[in-house]
Nanobody, 122 residues
Framework: QVQLVESGGGLVQAGGSLRLSCAASGRTFSSYTMGWFRQGPGKEREAVAVSSWNGGSIYYADSVKGRFTISRDNAKNTLFLQMNSLKPEDTAVYYC???????????????WGQGTQVTVSS
């Protein structure tokens, strides 16, 4: 069992930055693929970035490439998402999730956080 708690969301102007954190409970964090997903107003939830268990494999959605960076600290059971050059279209609830496979498909993730709101004003 893994419990995930996101933090770091908030209101920021376009062009600004935010850093999201996802704190995980349990001693098996390092064995999981970890992903960040988001759901914007009126939109379906989508994968934003995914990290394999050791960060050796990384996936980014095309919409965030070059602006967002996913990282993890397995010693501290924490996942991060550094978001730079934010745009209004990045406004969404951001979720972290843990799964056994390196994939962008949500159905493959077993554990989810409650989400943190990111709002980007123009």
């Amino acid at each position: 069992q893994v419990q995930l708690v996101e933090s770091g969301g908030g209101l920021v102007q376009a062009g600004g930055s935010l850093r999201l954190s996802c704190a995980a409970s349990g001693r098996t964090f390092s064995s999981y693929t970890m992903g960040w997903f988001r759901q914007g107003p009126g939109k379906e939830r989508e994968a934003v970035a995914v990290s394999s268990w050791n960060g050796g494999s990384i996936y980014y959605a095309d919409s965030v490439k070059g602006r967002f960076t996913i990282s993890r600290d397995n010693a501290k059971n924490t996942l991060f998402l550094q978001m730079n050059s934010l745009k209004p279209e990045d406004t969404a609830v951001y979720y972290c999730a843990a799964g056994r496979s390196f994939t962008k498909w949500q159905s493959e993730y077993d554990y989810w956080g409650q989400g943190t709101q990111v709002t980007v004003s123009s």
